[in-house]
């Protein structure tokens, strides 16, 4: 009786311990599910203050533009889901920092917050991405000259007794001169066809003109005749097939992106490369189709004939050349643009150990030393990390030429520095060494004197030769702080013995040296540096450029360039984000690598 | 002596099994389920945690390294490892000019389910503090791509932005439980 009494009520107790670790497992989940959500509104909130501190940004850059640089900021502007705070401070005479706050639900208590800095300029971004550069003129280097970097080449490169190449080296396919297929406008018959954004209800995003190949051949690059209005973003380039009178959409040939930067306020030709380089057909027809988003204040022209003076295409444009049933409109005219097809075989070609210690790409490599790995389609006497190439896993047969590079300044780039320029007065040629030199367009020659020292604001035009004889420098003002500068040439410059050019002294800043000169037809050099001539940027898109003995520049964009003995270029980091000032004349945009969130 | 039959007790000792069962069966189910929902809580805390520094970490690049310069420790970029070359900053928080700070995501090297973040500051010259952290656990699968302006896929050192996926798996007993996070993001300073 007395062990049955003691049994009772041992289910309860069993009954209340479930029940206890039930519900407390069940207010763990509870809890951790509250934790979740809480965690969840934390992330989402986060990157809510993020948008919105980013639209601060593009609002401050468009009030700045809109208003000549007269905006100061804004205490509060409210969005959908928050609000941004802007403040402005000028950093020196054309560079600004944005300071931009993004708050959810608002400045008044806010949940969540962000800060974004980022500083802008008036100037134009420009990208060296290789040491060195070269147009379809191609790269010699002899004599233990040496490249401290990787070369990218539209034309051939040889490299003779112990020349090296540090980095990778890279030939294009060989692009031809004149283009396949072209058109362009001729004033009066000029108009603007207006794209990237809602013009008269219509909204204008993506705008292709056809055209018909009059050779079988594969497809380099593409030229379009654009400028821009405010500060639109890249926007893709397509090659598509045609289906009954229009783009179509299921047959994309090629892809490449339109550069923004190369891109100005006035027109000019502007390349597009694609990532791939297929074959198209003689005789039919194919569409070069723009795809932009909707901005109404960052948007682009394109030139139109309005004579439809070009016999072998036509223009259309649509609000979505993706979407499931696309409707594309005509538009009367001819868009002005040109097509570049076929190509030649290029090369890269050594002798008495020629180096290359990154990886070669080339449709032929002769000759050669590379350390790291081989892409070609012939070969003949390379040794690729060591060894030669039968049963080599570093060496790759068959792989398909690398495509052309455009320039990294745009003839429309060069053509904004001289309007800046010309913005700052002129004055004739000068013989002799002044103390300094404002931004202005100098018509003639610029001879300086042996020893010569000169501070310069940029941009500078010359219209003639420039000359710094023996030991010259040319400085550009600290005022310009981390912004770069350009003398622009349309003549010949020679650097003499020790002559140099330096940027602003702030790390980053540089002052490049640029000559319009044509040597394609009789080969005149159009930079031309001598023995200590150092730490320089030299540019010479249709010209060519020789580095004499011992020469030693951080990189080298030409045509065509020539390093002799003992002659180095060698590439820093910070050239592939350069900021180069266009004076009081130009718009704000971003410089690059400023943007930091806080 | 008054006291149970012998069918009483029978019954009651059935009632009372049977309430266990039901009893124990319940707390398994429980736990179970504590078990389950625990691990997605878990999972959401890491994925959100991850998908917000890899993604603040790439709006702040300056370019995607091939490679950690460093001979030591050696990580290369590719399609479970992404390095970033984050601007340094100074003791003001300001960007330092051409000095960069490596920013590795990854699987741990030695436990391939570890998802693990690297911060290696400029020595001498970033104010940044190196980092070792684990982003989250339990990694069934890790990818990223390297895509151009235009979306299509480029080399690492080419590339505009960056598609991230992470998958977790977590077992719970005889079940398991998966969860994902994705994104695209673009670089800021490129």
Same mark, same amino acid.
Request: net charge neutral.
């Given at each position: ?7 009772? *009520?041992?289910?309860?107790?069993? +009954? ?8 407390? %497992? ?6 951790g599910?509250?934790?979740f959500?809480?965690? %969840? ?70 949940? +969540?917050?962000? %800060? ?50 540090? !980095? ?127 901005? +109404? ?26 979407? $499931?049933?696309?409707?594309?409109? $005509? ?39 590379? $350390? ?51 913005? !700052? ?25 042996? !020893? ?10 010359? %219209? ?20 770069? *500068? ?28 640029? $000559? ?83 | ?5 012998? /069918? ?24 179970g389920l504590f078990m389950n929902e625990n691990a997605k809580v878990s999972q959401g805390l890491s994925l959100n945690d991850a998908s ?20 030591? /420790? ?5 399609a479970e ?24 995501v990854t699987k741990d /090297?030695q436990n391939p389910n570890i998802l693990r ?17 684990v982003l989250a656990t339990n990694l069934s699968s890790l990818k990223f ?10 080399? /690492? ?7 991230f996926s992470i998958n977790l798996t977590t077992s719970t007993g005889i079940n398991s439980n998966s969860a994902s996070a994705s ?8």
């Amino acid at each position: 009786m007395l062990t049955c009494l003691n049994e009772k *009520g041992q289910l309860f107790i069993f +009954s209340l311990i479930v029940m206890s670790l039930v519900a407390l %497992t069940t207010v763990s989940l509870i809890s951790g599910a509250l934790t979740f959500k809480q965690n %969840t509104n934390y992330s989402t909130n986060e990157v809510q203050a993020i948008n919105l501190a980013e639209a601060g940004i593009d609002k401050a850059v468009a009030s700045l533009n809109a208003t000549a640089g007269n905006y100061n900021g804004d205490s509060e502007i409210q969005l959908d889901t928050g609000s941004f705070s802007v403040s402005i401070t000028n950093i020196d005479a054309s560079t600004k920092k944005i300071t931009s706050t993004g708050y959810v639900p608002g400045k008044a208590n806010p949940k +969540s917050q962000k %800060t974004i800095e980022m500083q802008i300029s008036k100037g134009i971004g420009v990208s060296f991405n290789y040491g060195v550069q070269v147009g379809e003129g191609g790269l010699d280097m002899s004599n233990n000259a040496i490249v401290n970097g990787s070369v990218y080449t539209n034309g051939n490169i040889i490299l003779e007794n112990s020349s090296t190449i540090t !980095g990778d080296a890279y030939v294009a396919g060989g692009t031809q001169p004149s283009a396949d297929q072209q058109h362009d406008c001729q004033d009066p018959n000029c108009l603007d066809f207006i794209f990237g954004k809602n013009v008269n209800g219509n909204n204008q995003l993506d705008v292709a003109q056809s055209f018909v190949p009059a050779q079988t051949a594969v497809v380099n690059k593409v030229s379009l005749k654009l400028k821009k209005f405010g500060s639109p973003p890249n926007f893709t380039v397509r090659i598509l097939g045609n289906s009954n009178g229009s783009p179509n959409k299921n047959d994309v040939k090629a892809t490449g992106t339109l550069s923004a930067n190369l891109v100005t306020l006035q027109y000019g030709f502007v390349d597009i490369v694609f990532n791939t380089t297929p074959s198209l057909s003689s005789g039919v027809t194919y569409w070069i189709v723009a795809d932009t988003s909707s901005n +109404s204040s960052n948007y682009w022209a394109w030139h139109l004939d309005s004579l439809s003076g070009y016999s072998r295409g036509a223009p259309k444009w649509s609000s979505n050349w993706q979407s $499931s049933n696309p409707v594309w409109n $005509s538009i009367p005219g001819d868009l002005a643009f040109k097509i570049y097809m076929g190509g030649v075989s290029t090369y890269i070609s050594g002798s008495n150990n020629a180096r290359i210690n990154g990886s070669a790409h080339a449709n032929t490599l002769q000759n050669l030393i590379i $350390s790291s790995h081989a892409y070609y389609q012939v070969q003949s006497g390379i040794t690729v990390n060591g060894s030669q190439c039968s049963n080599n896993p570093n060496c790759h047969p068959g792989t398909p030429d690398p495509v052309p590079q455009p320039m990294p300044i745009s003839d429309g780039n060069i053509q904004e520095w001289e309007a800046a320029a010309a913005a !700052g007065g002129q004055q004739n040629g000068l013989s002799g060494c002044p103390s300094a030199l404002p931004s202005k367009k100098i018509i003639g020659n610029v001879s300086l004197t042996n !020893g010569c020292q000169i501070t310069v604001d940029a941009p500078i035009h010359i %219209t003639g030769n420039l000359l710094l004889n023996n030991g010259s420098k040319i400085s550009l003002n600290p005022q310009y702080g981390a912004a770069s *500068g350009v003398i622009v040439v349309d003549g010949t410059i020679k650097m003499s013995n020790n002559s140099k050019l330096f940027g602003s002294g702030t790390p980053g800043s540089y002052l490049l040296a640029l $000559s319009k000169y044509d040597s394609r037809q009789d080969g005149v050099l159009a930079i031309e540096t001598d023995n200590g001539s150092s730490s320089m940027i030299l540019y010479a898109p249709k010209g060519r450029i020789q580095l004499h003995n011992n020469a030693a520049l951080k990189e080298v964009t030409a045509w065509k360039l020539t390093l002799d003995n003992g002659s180095s270029v060698t590439y820093e980091t910070g050239l592939s984000g350069l900021f180069f000032s266009t004076g009081p004349g130009g718009t704000f945009s971003a410089i690059k690598g400023s943007y930091q969130i806080k | 002596m008054k006291g149970f039959t012998l /069918p009483e007790i029978l019954i009651a000792i059935t009632i009372s099994a049977l309430a266990g069962v039901l009893l124990i069966s319940f707390l398994v189910q429980n736990n179970g389920l504590f078990m389950n929902e625990n691990a997605k809580v878990s999972q959401g805390l890491s994925l959100n945690d991850a998908s917000s520094q890899i993604t603040n970490a790439v709006k702040s690049a300056s370019s995607i390294a091939t490679q950690y310069p460093q001979s030591s /420790p050696q990580f290369f970029t590719g399609a479970e490892t992404l390095i970033l070359a984050l601007p340094s900053i100074d003791s003001q928080s300001q960007i330092i000019e051409n000095v960069y700070d490596y920013y590795v995501v990854t699987k741990d /090297p030695q436990n391939p389910n570890i998802l693990r973040k690297y911060l290696f500051p400029s020595a001498g010259q970033s104010q940044r503090s190196s980092e070792n952290q684990v982003l989250a656990t339990n990694l069934s699968s890790l990818k990223f791509l390297y895509l151009d302006e235009s979306g299509s896929t480029v080399s /690492p050192s080419q590339a505009a932005k960056v598609n991230f996926s992470i998958n977790l798996t977590t077992s719970t007993g005889i079940n398991s439980n998966s969860a994902s996070a994705s994104g695209e993001v673009n670089l800021k300073n490129n």
